[in-house]
């Protein structure tokens, strides 16, 4: 299955889930959970400021998730230089914050909502088990998918990489040589030389990247369905700030893992599209999509508990442990003092932007 293929599929999935619950929010709200009304709730007022959140998270996504792939020019941020680790590192606090003070936080909210019948949703702790299952199940897909990938590239299916150099795309060999890796011209590798930390770097980009459309459509679908003109326009400024240094470390993997431009192509764009097409769908839906429903708690609670747990383990595993206990940040303490700063600094701002989205 191609990576485009894979896309589109995800997203027949998220518009067939939310094309099936608007119908029943509407007519199963009870009185006393409708949404409320007040000052800030115009609905007028709030479609301008939904179409400018479009436009400004689109922007904001391109630049965060396109700069890394552009520091191969700039010597400083190569990424086998100090400062890219400290830059991945920092986008990683990030998405680590992103799943423990965003996504998981909202979750246990709706889950846990009066509004829901005390049997099953109050008797039984669902966000957490629904966080836990995606983790173990992340876990399953990253061990199976590396697995997998090894054994193809070992029987001789040659890996796509980018030209280094950023000239023309070209199919080449990785192979370890102690611990020097070469790339060898019209080769086959002979089995056990694939590079492991390549095919890494694949599935970690490609599994990281699903676990941010989840959790991007649904908080664009909540954007996109509020009229409450306060809250969208502190939402606009955290959700670009939140997508542009998620995407910075969502390029960095996509970076390290040397796809060719149409495949960095596909994935800067779903990345980037994401939100905003989340956003449109809920205008759309403005009119029947009830935040309140149980049908809507219940749905985008679920979602968000599985991509928390995703995103969590991706940030957790995947980046911040793969990069603390590679060789590069073991072989310098001062190094990695840095490096846990930026990932205290990535982690705080967005625990700070947790007051307004």
């Known amino acids: 299955m191609s990576m485009a293929s894979l896309y589109v ?3 027949s999935i998220f518009l067939l889930i939310i094309c099936i619950f608007p119908p029943q929010a509407l007519s199963v709200v009870p009185e006393e959970c ?6 800030c709730t115009n609905k007028e007022k709030a479609l301008p400021l939904k179409v400018i959140a479009i436009f400004s998270i689109l922007i904001a996504s391109v630049i965060g998730v396109c700069s890394p792939l552009f520091t191969r020019s700039i010597p400083a941020l190569n990424p086998d230089r100090n400062l890219f680790v400290i830059v ?11 799943g423990f003070m965003h996504v998981l936080p909202d979750s246990f909210n709706m889950l846990s909502s009066r509004c829901l019948k005390e049997n099953p949703w109050h008797e039984f702790p669902f966000t957490g088990f629904v966080a836990m299952l995606s983790a173990i199940i992340t876990l399953m897909v990253d ?9 193809k590239c070992n029987n001789g299916v040659i890996p796509e990489v980018a030209s280094p150099a950023g000239g023309g795309q070209q199919e080449m060999v990785v192979v370890n040589v102690g611990q020097f890796h070469g790339h060898h011209h019209g080769l086959k590798p002979a089995p056990g030389t ?15 990247e699903l676990g941010i459309v989840v959790h991007s459509v649904v908080i664009g679908l909540s954007l996109g369905a509020s009229n409450n003109t306060c809250s969208i326009k502190g939402l606009v400024a955290a959700l670009c700030f939140h997508q542009m240094f998620e995407g910075m470390g969502l390029g960095g993997c996509i970076l ?34 009830k935040e309140n429903s149980p049908t809507a708690l219940i749905t985008v609670g679920l979602l968000n508990a599985s991509s928390a747990g995703l995103l969590i383990y991706m940030a957790l595993v995947d980046l911040l442990a793969a990069d603390f206990m590679g060789s590069k940040l073991q072989a310098s303490v001062k190094l990695q003092i840095k490096s846990y700063v930026a990932v205290l600094l990535g982690a705080g701002g967005m625990s700070v932007m947790a007051k307004w989205a």
Request: aromatic share 14%; net charge positive; hydrophobic share 50%.
């Open 143 to 151: 061990s199976m998918a590396t697995s997998i990938y090894t054994k």
């Open 34 to 39: 409708q949404t409320k009304t007040d000052g």
């Open 9 to 11: 599929r995800l997203f």
């Open 88 to 98: 991945k590192c920092f986008a990683a606090g990030i998405i680590l914050a992103t």
């Open 256 to 289: 390290q893992a040397e796809y060719k431009t149409m495949k960095k192509f596909i994935m800067v764009f779903f990345f980037s599209v994401t939100t905003p097409f989340g956003i449109a769908l809920g205008i759309a839906l403005a009119n029947t999509y």
């Open 194 to 208: 694939v590079d492991q930390q390549l095919l890494r770097y694949r599935v970690v980009a490609m599994v990281l």
